[in-house]
């Protein structure tokens, strides 16, 4: 199936530049939010999308335009589902809040719409049967920065679609993703999988004592080649939910570390407003952080 018209559900950082990357490779987008006030705030984060268009892609001033002619924003869901051919949830993290939202879709979107979700915590089945179409549904993961950190990880839950998930395969690489199909459910699909215990093993070191940040992080960096360390890939994930994921942590398995790093990241920077590259502040300091540095990794 080709899709034409793609709606947008959540207008929050990451629906917005999903939204933008999208109207920027072609389609007609439309934004939905709840009020007139979530998508006003979505305009102006579209907005201070185009300059990194420019720096980042070398967009030229007409193409953003013409991007930016492709837009729609409706807080009416009925009027923003009327015409869709696929919608992308970006709505909160919460599963009482998406199994309401897809109730409510389910109602206003067209029979062949297919519903995809950008949730990073929820696996798709847990919330397949308030969509009325599980067959039609399933997950598109989008990374944050996605005009660089370019991955689409399309993940399956039991029952959808085989043409389905290859259809979203095929958009995510129309939106200049690079697409990366998962076969089963996996809880933090393949990037999180691999990425959340580097970053929680990193916190563990650092909350007890083993080594400072800027040490923890040239060693990753100089061990591997990687152009960042740790901290400062939470300071792009944001401090914020690094604090949710641990506190969360040790709830549930009452591990004293996990503790420990939610209390050092909600006293020492969530309270503060701390919380990594988009407030210029976290471990480290934007937008001149000392990893980029000529002489960090030096001898």
Do not use: C
């Not at 007609?28 to 102006?44: F, G, H, P, Q, S």
């Not at 215990?197 to 990687?226: F, N, R, Y």
């Not at 939470?234 to 914020?240: A, R």
């Not at 994921?245 to 549930?252: F, G, K």
């Amino acid at each position: 199936m080709e899709y034409t018209n793609i709606l947008i559900a959540g207008s929050g950082v990451l629906g917005s530049q999903i939204a933008f990357q999208t109207a920027f490779h072609g389609f007609a987008v439309t934004v939905y939010d709840i009020n007139d006030e979530a998508l006003n705030r979505a305009k102006e984060r579209i907005e201070q999308l185009k300059p990194l268009y420019q720096a980042d892609l070398g967009a030229t001033n007409e193409a953003l335009e013409a991007a930016m002619a492709r837009f729609t924003f409706q807080s009416d869901l009925a009027l923003a589902a009327a015409n869709a051919d696929l919608v992308i949830e970006s709505v909160p993290e919460s599963l009482e809040i998406k199994i309401d939202f897809y109730q409510k879709l389910a109602l206003a979107a067209p029979a062949h719409t297919i519903f995809a979700t950008n949730s990073s915590t929820l696996l798709p089945s847990q919330f397949a049967h308030a969509t009325g179409r599980p067959e039609q549904f399933l997950a598109l993961h989008f990374a944050n920065e996605i005009w660089k950190n370019n991955t689409a990880e399309i993940m399956k839950h039991a029952t959808t679609d085989e043409h389905v998930f290859n259809d979203v395969v095929a958009f995510a690489k129309q939106i200049g993703m690079v697409a990366l199909p998962l076969q089963k459910e996996q809880a933090g699909y393949i990037v999180n999988s691999l990425l959340v215990p580097l970053l929680s093993s990193a916190q563990k070191l650092l909350v007890t004592g083993i080594a400072d940040i800027e040490t923890i992080d040239k060693t990753w960096m100089v061990a591997t080649g990687a152009p960042v360390g740790p901290f400062g890939m939470l300071d792009i994930v944001g401090i914020n939910t690094a604090y949710h994921i641990a506190r969360t942590r040790a709830e549930h398995t009452g591990d004293e570390a996990y503790q420990a790093v939610a209390d050092l990241l909600k006293n020492d920077y969530v309270d503060q407003g701390k919380l990594g590259k988009a407030t210029g502040e976290g471990f480290y300091t934007y937008p001149n952080p000392s990893y980029l540095e000529p002489g960090f990794l030096k001898p």
